[in-house]
Structures are given as C-alpha cells and as structure tokens.
C-alpha cells in the first residue's frame, strides 16, 4: 500500500506540461495534435506514460505498416498508412536530425523513437506505456500534411520539442518543464533542418476556454513565443540565411549556454 501510495506520488508530481489527457483537448486544437509525456524515476528506472493524438474527421484505416529506419543515428520505429519509399526515408533523416538538434540541449542522452505517420484528415489517439532503465522509448503522431513545407516543419518540431522534455528527464535537469525552452527547441530545430520556418509553423491564439491548467500553460507559453518570434518574419518566414534567422539561431545559442553553464 505504502509503496503503491509513493508510486502515484512520484507520477503525479512529476507530470509534464506540455498538453493534457484527451478528454480536455479543446475543438480548437491544432490539426498537428498534441503530446503528453509524463514519466516517474526511481533510481536508473524510468516509467514513461506516453499519449500522442492527432485530430480528423475518421480513425485512421486498419492497422499500420511497421517500418524500421536505416542509415540514421537513431532507432527509430515508423508506424504508416501507406507512406512511399521515398518519403519512409526522407521523414527517419528529418527525425533523426531533429532528435541530434533536440540532443544539443542536453549532451550525452538520447532517446529511442516510434513515430506514427497518420494520413491527412484522419484521427489517432495512441496511449503507451513504457518502463526504461536510463532510457526512454518516445512515440509520437504525426499528421500527414499534403503541404510537404508544413509536414516536414511539424515533424521536426515535434521531435525536438518532446525530446527536449524527455532528454532533460533523463537528465535529471528540471528545465525538462520548461514549455518556454521547449517550443524554442522546436523552432531552433526546424531553423538547423529544413532551414526556415514559414509563419504557418508559429504557434497559434492562447486557449483560455474549456481547457486544463497545463493546456493553457502550455498554450499561453506557445503564444507569447509566437509574439517573441514574429518580427524575426521576412515575406512569410524565418530563413537561416536572414536577418531574422540570425537572431533566432543567436537566441537559440543563449537559451542553450544558460542551461550548459548552470549548476543544476
Ligand atoms: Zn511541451
């Protein structure tokens, strides 16, 4: 009783905040979805509560194709419907670039990947759970968007931003919370692999309605990045090559020594 009561504590009291359980999702969610990521450590052992959801009118079709990367530095798991070769092969480059990105962070960890490619219009809510010693096994959904530009940027940024958080656990650094570095790490990530954010890629209006205290925390936090962001814009977006792509890799850069160079 007594160690069960402890278990639930450390889970409970050390839940990410980056979205909520499904039943709270707002209607006005992102079409990209959201991910939840709670874990608990007991010593080397980490249990991992993972849900990843991704909106659309129908659940996605039957069952999927199981496909493991090759040629990446990563291992990395696909769950598709269907994707092509082609396409297979360019998404474990962009995850794997983006888990390196998100590794700059916090140097020396790294995780293990299931990502699910979920066609355009379609609906998955997937929930695992996972038990690692010094590891963590992320899975995460994707949408599918038809728009390459917008596919290639959330998949980037949803893996630098979650492995921020499961990185920094690993890590045992308890900025692994901090929603604001987070979606950073999103937008440094997609900056250094694809090499330009297009204003579509920036965050959207704070949720204030209908949602949990961690939604809103974390949307509000998405919103005043975007707010912080949005002048670094030139013609619709943020190149590597410019003005405002300069000062976001500098930003990057600071945000990053801040955690190097603090004691805990
Ligand atoms: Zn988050």
Not at 256 to 264: F, L, N, P, Q
């Amino acid at each position: 009783m007594q160690w069960r009561m402890l278990f639930m504590f450390i889970i409970f009291s050390l839940l990410s905040s980056c979205a909520a359980q499904p039943r709270s999702v707002p209607p006005q969610v992102s079409s990209a979805g959201f991910t939840a990521l709670s874990s608990s450590k007991f010593g080397g052992l980490i249990y991992l509560n993972n849900e990843t959801y991704v909106p659309g009118a129908m659940p996605v079709p039957g069952r999927p194709v199981i496909a493991k990367c090759k040629s990446v530095q990563h291992d990395i798991r696909i769950e598709h419907y269907g994707a092509s070769i082609a396409d297979l092969e360019a998404t474990c480059r962009f995850v794997s670039a983006a888990a390196s990105d998100a590794e700059r962070w916090f140097p020396g960890h790294r995780a293990k990947y299931t990502i699910i490619i979920v066609p355009e219009g379609r609906s998955i809510y997937v929930k695992r759970r996972s038990l690692g010693f010094n590891s963590m096994h992320v899975t995460l959904a994707a949408a599918d968007f038809s728009d390459r530009i917008r596919y290639r940027g959330n998949l980037v940024d949803l893996v630098a931003h979650e492995s921020f958080h499961a990185l920094g656990r690993l890590a045992n650094d308890r900025r692994h919370l901090d929603e604001h570095i987070a979606y950073y790490a999103g937008l440094c990530a997609q900056l250094d692999v694809v090499g330009s954010i297009p204003e579509s890629a920036l965050y959207g209006a704070a949720l204030i309605d209908g949602v949990d205290d961690a939604t809103r925390y974390s949307s509000a936090t998405a919103y005043l990045v975007r707010r912080e962001v949005f002048p670094l814009l030139h013609d619709g977006s943020i190149t590597s090559d410019g003005d405002g792509g300069r000062i976001l890799a500098k930003r990057c850069q600071e945000l990053r020594s801040g955690i190097h160079s603090s004691d805990d």
